[in-house]
T-cell receptor
Framework: AQSVTQLDSHVSVSEGTPVLLRCNYS??????LFWYVQHPNKGLQLLLK??????LVKGINGFEAEFKKSETSFHLTKPSAHMSDAAEYFC???????????????FGQGTTLQVKP | EPEVTQTPSHQVTQMGQEVILRCVPI?????FYWYRQILGQKVEFLVS????????KSEIFDDQFSVERPDGSNFTLKIRSTKLEDSAMYFC??????????????FGQGTRLTVV
């Protein structure tokens, strides 16, 4: 069975400092991994995706994530936080490339990112 | 930019009533999904739908739930007799088809269902 664990429920950073949101996954086959962001009263927006190509994935708004199979991790980073980055972030795993794939997504618990001025 | 749209944004219903949540997926997408997020909890998969049938459903998706694609554009979730514990944000999503199956999902803004 697939699962994801987001290691921090809440992260607080100052504007202009780096962001690190941690995610570990469990999957019995080569997973597809995603980060989604949810701003208050908005839907879930895809930030970036890993689908077995390059292990360093770049997304929107300056975010990137690195797939590390040896550590079963897919941490989200950004060099410099902006006030507009304050939101809920979800690490997500799927089996997009398995033979029985239905596209089902498994979500982590979410990490609330607070950005202080 | 194409997007998934959901209506209504907020629905209040009395316990025991039927509700229908509506979604218009992105037009060239062929895979459709419903997820829910109970306040303070994680986003949970309910059901996936492809080729006019359910391809996978979770334990949550019991006989009280049903999905339908009544025409070429809408995708609906019906809850027959709502319970207090059905109160949640319901997200619709859709994916286009790739050679190996569905691609990444795009989500709507959600319908907040409140059962009183």
């Amino acid at each position: 069975a697939q699962s994801v664990t987001q290691l921090d429920s809440h992260v607080s950073v100052s504007e202009g400092t780096p962001v690190l949101l941690r995610c570990n996954y469990s999957s019995s086959y080569s997973p597809s991994l995603f980060w989604y962001v949810q701003h208050p009263n908005k839907g879930l927006q895809l930030l970036l995706k890993y689908t077995s190509a390059a292990t360093l994935v770049k997304g929107i708004n300056g975010f990137e994530a690195e797939f590390k199979k040896s550590e079963t991790s897919f941490h989200l980073t950004k060099p410099s936080a902006h006030m507009s980055d304050a939101a809920e972030y979800f690490c997500v795993v799927s089996d997009l490339y398995s033979s029985s794939n239905t596209g089902k997504l498994i979500f982590g618990q979410g990490t609330t990112l607070q950005v202080k001025p | 930019e194409p997007e998934v749209t959901q209506t209504p944004s907020h629905q209040v219903t009395q316990m025991g009533q039927e509700v229908i949540l509506r979604c218009v997926p992105i037009s060239n997408h062929l895979y459709f999904y419903w997820y829910r997020q109970i306040l303070g909890q994680k986003v949970e998969f309910l059901v996936s739908f492809y080729n006019n049938e359910i391809s996978e459903k979770s334990e949550i998706f019991d006989d009280q739930f049903s999905v339908e694609r009544p025409d070429g554009s809408n995708f609906t979730l019906k809850i027959r007799s709502t319970k207090l514990e059905d109160s949640a944000m319901y997200f619709c999503a859709s994916s286009e088809a790739r050679w190996a199956g569905p691609a990444e999902a795009f989500f709507g803004q959600g319908t907040r269902l409140t059962v009183v």
